[in-house]
C-alpha cells in the first residue's frame, strides 16, 4: 500500500508539473484587459449523436449538477439554445474562486432569462479522482451562492484541443463568455471580474436580450 502511495504521488506531480506549463490560470497580480478578439466565434460541428444527448440532459438538469463532458459534449451544450453566460474557471484557481460570488450576484440580476453554465478546467491539473473533483466543485460554489449547472471537462480533453476549437487567444483562467441563442459567442471577459466589470457585463447582456 505504502509503495502504491509513493507511485500515485509521483504520477500527480509529473502530470501537474506538465499542466502547470501551460500556465492555465491568472496569477494574484495578473488582471490584464481583455484580448480584442473577433465577435461572432463558433466553435466546430463535430458532434456525435451520444454527445448530444448527454449535453441536453445536463442542460436540462437540476440547478448545481456537475456533469463530466468531452469536448464534443461541450460543444453541443454551448450550441443555439438560449442567451448564456458561460464561466471557465477550477477549484484551484484562487482569481475563479474569488470572483464567483460576484457572478453569482449577476445571474440574481439578470434572472432566468440569461442561462448560467460552468466548465470546470479542474481534470487539466488533477489532483484526486473525479469524484473527489465534482465534489470540490460543489463545496466552492455552493459556498459562493452559484447554482449553475458545471460541466467539467473529462480526462480525455488536451488543454490545446480546447484553444483551438474555440479560437482562444488567451490560455488562463477565469474566463466568462457570451454565448449567444446561435451557440456564437458575443463577447469574452478573460480575466477576474470585479463588482464594477461585473455591472458592465450586466449592461450588456441586457442589450443583447
Same mark, same amino acid.
Given at each position: 500500500m505504502g509503495a502504491l502511495k509513493t507511485v500515485i504521488r509521483s504520477v500527480a506531480s509529473?502530470?501537474?508539473r506538465r499542466v502547470a506549463g501551460h500556465d492555465l490560470f491568472e496569477r494574484k497580480g495578473e488582471r490584464a484587459p481583455s484580448s480584442s478578439l473577433p465577435r461572432g466565434s463558433e466553435p466546430h460541428s463535430r458532434d456525435k449523436p451520444h454527445s448530444e444527448s448527454v449535453a441536453a440532459e445536463v442542460m !436540462?438538469?437540476?440547478t448545481g449538477t456537475v456533469? +463530466? *463532458?468531452?469536448?464534443?459534449?461541450?460543444? +453541443?451544450a454551448l450550441g443555439p439554445g438560449r442567451l448564456r453566460v458561460v464561466n471557465h474557471w477550477a477549484t484551484w484557481c484562487d482569481g475563479c474562486v474569488e470572483e464567483m460570488p !460576484?457572478?453569482?450576484?449577476?445571474?440574481n440580476a439578470l434572472g432566468d432569462d *440569461?442561462?448560467?453554465?460552468?466548465?470546470?478546467?479542474?481534470?487539466?491539473?488533477?489532483?484526486e479522482g473525479?469524484?473527489?473533483?465534482?465534489s470540490a466543485i460543489r463545496d466552492v460554489m455552493e459556498q459562493a451562492g452559484a447554482s449553475w449547472?458545471?460541466?467539467v471537462l473529462d480526462?480525455?480533453? *488536451?488543454?490545446?484541443?480546447?484553444?483551438?476549437?474555440?479560437k482562444m487567444q488567451v490560455h488562463t483562467i477565469p474566463q466568462t463568455w457570451v454565448v449567444d441563442d446561435r451557440g456564437m459567442i458575443v463577447e469574452r471577459v478573460e480575466h477576474v471580474m470585479t463588482a464594477a466589470m461585473v455591472d458592465e457585463l450586466a449592461t450588456k447582456i441586457r442589450e443583447l436580450g
Open positions: 509529473i502530470v501537474a !436540462e438538469a437540476a456533469t +463530466s *463532458v468531452n469536448l464534443s459534449a461541450l460543444a +453541443s !460576484e457572478l453569482a450576484r449577476l445571474q *440569461v442561462e448560467f453554465v460552468g466548465v470546470s478546467w479542474d481534470r487539466f491539473q488533477p489532483l473525479m469524484g473527489a473533483t465534482k449547472p458545471t460541466l480526462d480525455s480533453v *488536451v488543454p490545446e484541443e480546447l484553444f483551438e476549437r474555440w
